[in-house]
Structures are given as structure tokens and as C-alpha cells.
């Protein structure tokens, strides 16, 4: 099962990917993964997560800090 902070990191990634009109494989491809890397991520049936890699190089395609990804308060 998925923590609810890697739920709600997950969660404003995809408000983020979206605002920017991204798509999943958009997304993806920029990451330099297979095209369903991010769909799995945002799939609610699947264990997959981002790492803390992954959202740094995610923040430098949004143009973002990390922090973006974060709640301001523990959970």
C-alpha cells in the first residue's frame, strides 16, 4: 500500500503535469523512461512511486523547486 504522502506527492505532480499541459507520456519520455512510466505512478491499483530523483528531475521540467511536490505540514 502507498503512504499517504507519496498519494499526495503523487497527487500534485499530476495538478502540476496537468497545468502545464502535459501528458503522462510526455512526461515520461522527458524523464527519459518507457511511456506508461508515469501512468503507473498516478494508477491508483499499482505500488509504483517517484524517488527522490525522479521529483528533482521532474521539478527541473516544471521549472519548479522540489519543494512544489511537498505539503507544507507533516501527514
Request: net charge positive; aromatic share 8%.
Amino acid at each position: 500500500m502507498i503512504s499517504e504522502i507519496d498519494k499526495y506527492i503523487i497527487q500534485r505532480v499530476r495538478e502540476i503535469r496537468e497545468s502545464q499541459g502535459l501528458t503522462q507520456m510526455d512526461l515520461s519520455l522527458r524523464l527519459g523512461k518507457g511511456v506508461g512510466f508515469i501512468g503507473d505512478i498516478e494508477a491508483p491499483s499499482k505500488k509504483a512511486k517517484y524517488n527522490v530523483k525522479h521529483l528533482n528531475d521532474i521539478a527541473k521540467i516544471f521549472g519548479c523547486s522540489p519543494k512544489e511536490f511537498w505539503p507544507n505540514k507533516p501527514l
